[in-house]
């Protein structure tokens, strides 16, 4: 049996039904559905001479090469099916646009008695679904502070106490700053990071508030969906504060297990920004291992930063929250106390 799916009744079954994207290597990890597998029917190479055939000799010569390099294949294609699916053996298939690709996988699928959705509109029509589920209305609460205030950690601790936490930075793979992927795995595209932060959204209720760290639009090389970023920008916050001392601390506790190459090139990223003279502070200070000058400086330009991207966005600030022992876990009580009053 195969079925031809739309893209919400796709929805509806992914979360039960195991599903395969058939593109080849080079699309599937540029950006894909998160929790799909990728069963290619092509190779990179082979997509690559499909498209020149079908190009310079025609769509028939083009099918015919397909079938030349897929026929070999088909019963690697079914045992990697066989070993995802079931004892119902369903099993949702895909392409880029729900072409012949797609219809070639899943008519060996059904051949082979699985039972079969196929997505109409293939991949394209999910990501058409991702980005119009940004532009629904969330019930955001911002957690803003400056740079070394323990926002993520707070952030960790309202998930304790059963709130509902978008966590940016996790998805991107980056905490938001030049420092922000040293010790982190490389980023994803900004396209997947979009898929899985839909994914994270779809799966909250929209009827409990969603607390989001502030962040840039850029976080790294990644970018916010901009209709979510306006969202965002115009969402309530709590502002979490901590005396300048404890920031540093927490941030030499943070970054100085990470060895001082990472650090340099961070400050160079920065080094017009910082300007010549506390570059070069910046700098001799990390020479002599003297952390705590280092993230002085350093702090000196992002509070800057981070006091004029304040003044850009148009928030009700739901209160504050100053706290200097670290103990986030009680300012994490606090806050909740502070938003249910």
Avoid at 136 to 146: A, M, N, W
Avoid at 294 to 303: E, G, K, P, Q
Wanted: net charge negative; charged share 30%.
């Amino acid at each position: 049996m195969m079925e031809l799916v739309d893209i919400d009744r796709f929805m509806e079954l992914k979360d039960k039904v195991p599903h395969i994207d058939v593109r080849s290597p080079i699309e599937f990890d540029h950006a894909h559905i998160p929790g799909c597998v990728n069963i290619p029917l092509f190779t990179d190479e082979e997509r690559a001479r499909i498209g020149w055939s079908y190009k310079h000799e025609g769509k028939e010569a083009a099918t015919e090469l397909g079938e030349s390099f897929a026929e070999p294949n088909i019963p690697n294609y079914l045992q990697q099916a066989e070993s995802i699916t079931g004892v119902d053996r369903q099993i949702l298939v895909l392409c880029a646009r729900g072409g012949l690709r797609s219809l070639r996988f899943a008519s060996l699928l059904e051949d082979a008695g699985f039972i079969v959705f196929r997505l109409k509109g293939g991949y394209k029509s999910y990501r058409r679904s991702v980005l119009s589920s940004f532009e629904k209305k969330l019930s955001l609460v911002i957690l803003g502070g400056r740079t070394g205030c323990g926002k993520t950690e707070i952030l960790e601790k309202l998930v304790e106490l059963g709130e509902q936490v978008l966590d940016l930075e996790a998805l991107a793979n980056h905490r938001g700053s030049a420092f922000g992927s040293i010790g982190m795995e490389s980023q994803p595209s900004t396209e997947y990071f979009q898929n899985c932060l839909s994914e994270e959204i779809r799966a909250f209720n929209p009827e409990q508030r969603i607390w989001v760290e502030d962040e840039s639009m850029n976080i790294g090389k990644v970018l916010l969906p901009a209709i979510l970023y306006e969202q965002m920008s115009h969402s309530p916050q709590v502002h979490v504060e901590m005396d300048r001392d404890s920031r540093i601390e927490r941030l030499c506790s943070e970054y100085g297990q990470l060895g001082i190459n990472p650090l340099v090139e961070a400050i160079e990223k920065i080094h017009m920004r910082l300007g010549d003279e506390n570059y070069r502070k910046a700098l001799k200070a990390l020479e002599r291992s003297d952390l705590q000058e280092t993230a002085s400086i350093v702090l000196c330009y992002y509070d800057k930063c981070y006091d004029y991207s304040l003044s850009k966005k148009t928030r009700d600030t739901l209160g504050q929250v100053h706290f200097d022992n670290g103990d986030t876990a009680k300012a994490a009580d606090i806050i909740m106390k502070l938003i249910n009053n």
